[in-house]
């Protein structure tokens, strides 16, 4: 999932200010919580009081989409509700508040969120933790399915550094050394000769950015 | 805590005068609270076991227990004069745990004017009482709504309730009352789920501390009722208000917010509080800026009300939960208190933290809860002149 934590509400008060009639547009896709529509509720109620502290009075609406991140979800739910709304304040990652910019080139779109990584969450430990980098190269079938990019410090490709001690790392006591846990894990395998392979530097062409995926050629989808 | 908590007057007593240690106390107390002494053979009660459910106060034949909470006498006056401003020969009783308010229990019993009496556990309730209502109040019709005996807070107080109800119905036919002057139903309140506002995100999973929930491929969460407790940590955890508690629907409570808005005088003051934390007292005044809500839980206690009610104008909102160890349902206090402090947080950047305030307390020491409000109304009152 994309893991997003809400910005201050100082400055979403800032961001939305010029504004007073604003729609909180909630996501229940794959962020955990997901910000639906409860959080749009209570995000407007919060923002309410923070604006009369300001002296500015908000006129919020709410409305939350299933998948900010879908140009025909955002296009369809929203559609409908952006009567006399002159900003829309987005709970949804980047991609989500890009997606309802390109779906209405002319409306102020504005981010509630900080977008921060693509993460796991770990319920028991109430913890969310980076697990993919989307560096568009995976090596998570030669490395026992654990990513040495998020989970290593240094994001080493070929073992670990001289910084391991105990299984843990040298820049965080606290840490497990990725390298080491992917050992263990081959070792279990009987996979280590896989670890014989050199890795070349990483490839960072593999992804361009902006990254892009063109599923069929325009010219196809036309005919 | 300890020591100032043992100067505290506790809401029961045993009266060693009267105590004939026959020992039914310690046969009835759910919670261990009461044990025969092995050396002095006499009964000792440990106030810090005791959950105040009153089994012991209803069920003691010496009468050498006092209870601060629905005694004889409070009971008694409560219904002489209830009997004078409702103008109803009947009464009826309902365990909180089963119901919110009376329309509900009305409505189980097909009758509209009647005396309305809410108990926290009808096990509480001595055969005194309902003998004394049929016999010397005018009471012609007792209707008792209990909670299922597999839902009750305290475990034994429903079925202890079914048991003298039994009794005391044979006792009043043969004493010439009538057939089941006494009418007994069970009732529990548990979640409601509208599949087609279920997102699939799996927190009623996470969070129901019975297993109650599954989830399962892409259906949407499905709740076994039999296992449901109604405890609405669900309901307060689901992002999609996907999820309602029957009688604590979040229409009703925001309507009584309102309602508890226009009543107050400033600065006002509302309380969310667990109704297993503290009970009201019969015949409590309210102070003219407080009001409370009641909830099943404090789990149920919803952010979505609390900023409802500051958006309303309220001054300070005060969540009273029960300490953890005493949650009647596993984890409803814990799961209130992060809730409250990730709010707080949120509040305290727009400058609002201080309004709201998360206590922990339990019933058995009935000054904790008045201290506890006198102190937040004074802090508010320091915040309102230093804003």
Same mark, same amino acid.
């Given at each position: ?223 | ?54 089994? #012991? ?143 699939? #995100? ?28 109604? #405890?609405?940590? #669900? ?153």
């Amino acid at each position: 999932m994309i893991v997003t934590e809400l910005k201050p509400l100082d400055e979403i008060l800032s961001l939305i200010s010029p504004y007073s009639t604003v729609l909180i547009a909630g996501c229940d896709g794959c962020t955990q919580p997901p910000r639906s529509i409860k959080e749009a509720e209570n995000l407007s109620r919060l923002l309410e009081l923070g604006g009369r502290h300001r002296d500015k009075e908000f006129s919020f609406k709410v409305t939350t989409i299933p998948k900010q991140c879908d140009s025909h979800l955002v296009a369809t739910t929203l559609r409908e509700q952006l009567q006399g709304i002159e900003a829309v304040l987005s709970l949804g990652c980047g991609a989500g508040v890009q997606t309802i910019v390109r779906a209405f080139p002319d409306l102020i779109v504005l981010p509630a969120q900080n977008t921060l990584f693509i993460g796991m969450e770990d319920r028991e430990g109430a913890l969310l933790e980076e697990k993919c980098a989307a560096c568009g190269d995976c090596l998570l079938g030669l490395t026992g399915g654990i990513c040495p990019l998020t989970s290593c410090a240094k994001g080493l490709l070929n073992g670990p550094c001289g910084g391991c001690s105990n299984g843990k790392c040298e820049v965080d006591a606290e840490k497990d050394c990725a390298w080491y846990l992917i050992i263990k894990r081959l070792e279990k395998q009987g996979k280590l000769d896989t670890l014989e392979e050199i890795h070349p530097p990483r490839n960072f062409q593999v992804v361009m950015r902006p990254g892009r995926i063109i599923e069929r050629p325009l010219e196809e989808v036309k005919q | 805590m300890n020591q100032q908590a043992a100067e505290q007057a506790t809401a029961i007593k045993l009266n060693e005068d009267y105590c004939a240690s026959c020992s039914l106390c310690a046969s009835l107390c759910p919670f261990e609270a009461i044990k025969r002494d092995p050396e002095t053979r006499k009964m000792v009660l440990e106030i810090e076991k005791c959950q105040v459910c009153g089994i #012991c106060y209803s069920a003691c034949p010496a009468k050498a227990i006092d209870i601060f909470y629905y005694d004889l006498i409070s009971l008694t006056r409560y219904l002489e004069n209830a009997r004078r401003e409702y103008d109803s020969d009947t009464l009826v009783v309902v365990c909180k745990g089963s119901s919110p308010d009376f329309d509900t229990a009305g409505n189980l019993f097909g009758v509209s004017k009647f005396i309305p009496l809410s108990v926290p556990c009808v096990g509480r309730l001595s055969e005194d009482i309902f003998l004394k209502a049929i016999t010397s109040l005018g009471i012609k019709k007792i209707y008792v709504l209990a909670c299922d005996e597999n839902y009750c807070r305290f475990e034994k107080g429903s079925a202890l309730n079914g048991r003298r109800v039994t009794a005391l119905n044979l006792l009043l036919e043969r004493l010439g009352f009538g057939e089941d002057v006494i009418v007994l139903k069970r009732n529990s309140a548990k979640v409601k789920a509208d599949r087609d506002k279920c997102i699939r #995100c799996g927190n009623c999973v996470f969070y129901c501390p019975y297993e109650a929930v599954k989830l399962d491929g892409t259906e949407p969460a499905s709740f076994d009722l039999e296992l449901c407790q109604g #405890c609405g940590i #669900c309901v307060a955890m689901c992002p999609a208000m996907a999820l309602e508690l029957e009688g604590w629907e979040r229409e009703y409570i925001s309507a009584l917010i309102l309602e508890l808005c226009s009543q107050m005088q400033q600065p006002k003051v509302l309380v969310f509080r667990c109704q297993w934390s503290t009970f009201p007292l019969l015949d409590d005044d309210l102070e003219p800026n407080v009001r409370f809500i009641d909830l099943p839980c404090a789990g149920r206690v919803d952010t979505f009300h609390v900023l409802q009610a500051f958006a309303q104008g309220v001054d300070g909102v005060m969540v009273v939960a029960c300490p953890a160890e005493d949650c009647k349902l596993k984890e409803g206090s814990k799961e209130a208190y992060w809730g409250i402090l990730q709010l707080k947080g949120k509040l305290d950047q727009i400058g609002l933290g201080e309004r709201l305030h998360f206590c922990s307390i339990a019933p058995r020491y009935p000054q904790s809860f008045t201290q506890e409000l006198r102190q937040f109304k004074e802090k508010l009152e320091i915040t309102a002149e230093g804003g």
